[in-house]
């Protein structure tokens, strides 16, 4: 069983939909990530948090600790919000990264 | 100018040719990363290392070297490439203190097909 895991692994939605993307992870951990990879395959980061929530622009992070479990929330999707997005914990404070598998979302105008 | 930057962007070989990677940033930061990306597989660490004399193995090491030259560069060598080493190769640094202590920041990939 993976350390980390996402759901859904694929997910094509229309413009305007709202999107949730869902991580579980199995470590105790200081920090949780949300990663945006886009088609020409940079990574960055959109949030890291370690407890409740966090919201920038239509993109909105939650975690909750005694679940394990982490939730991204697209609202009013765009065909720009196309990519992989990747859940990462940090086990530690400081430790390496361990990445679930990505989901790749496709908004379609 | 991007603050971590890979070399090269895109890379096609042989099997049995020695490839390097390279990675430079300017963020000053201490712990730099290799990690490679598979479909499906999600990012995987090849090798880290915290200063320039501290060199770890990740979780997929065999078959890769790296060399910390300095601070600001970490260079990632295949010493005779295979074709299940076609991957997308990703280079990270983070910081020492304060929020950049948990975060990462990546450098654009290098794409690199074994022929």
């Known amino acids: 069983k993976n350390e980390v895991e996402q759901s859904p692994q694929n997910l094509t939605a229309q413009e305007g939909e709202f999107i949730t993307i869902n991580c579980s992870y199995s470590?105790?951990?200081?920090?949780l990530h949300w990663l945006q990879q886009h088609p020409g395959g940079g990574i960055v980061s959109l949030f890291m948090l370690s407890s409740g929530k966090k919201k920038h622009g239509r993109l909105i992070a939650t975690i909750n600790i005694q679940e394990k479990h982490s939730s991204l929330h697209i609202t009013a999707s765009h065909p720009r919000d196309s990519a992989v997005y990747i859940c990462?914990?940090?086990?530690?404070?400081?430790?390496?990264?361990?990445f679930g598998p990505g989901t790749r979302l496709s908004v379609l105008p | 100018d991007a603050d971590v930057t890979q070399t090269p962007r895109n890379r096609i070989t042989k099997t049995g040719k020695r490839i390097m990677l390279e990675c430079s940033q300017t963020?000053?930061?201490?712990?730099m990363y290799w990690y490679r990306q598979d479909p499906g597989l999600g990012l995987r660490l090849i090798y880290y290392s915290f200063d320039v004399k501290d060199i770890n193995k990740g979780e997929i090491s065999d078959g890769y070297s790296v060399s910390r030259q300095a601070q600001a560069k970490f260079s990632l060598s295949l010493e005779s490439a295979i074709p299940n080493q076609t991957a997308l190769y990703f280079c990270?640094?983070?910081?020492?203190?304060?929020?950049?202590?948990?975060?990462?920041?990546f450098g654009p990939g290098t794409r690199l097909t074994v022929l």
């Open positions: 990270a640094t983070a910081g020492t203190g304060g929020r950049t202590y948990n975060e990462q920041f």
């Open positions: 963020k000053g930061h201490d712990r």
């Open positions: 990462a914990v940090s086990p530690g404070y400081g430790q390496n990264f361990v």
């Open positions: 470590v105790g951990i200081s920090a």
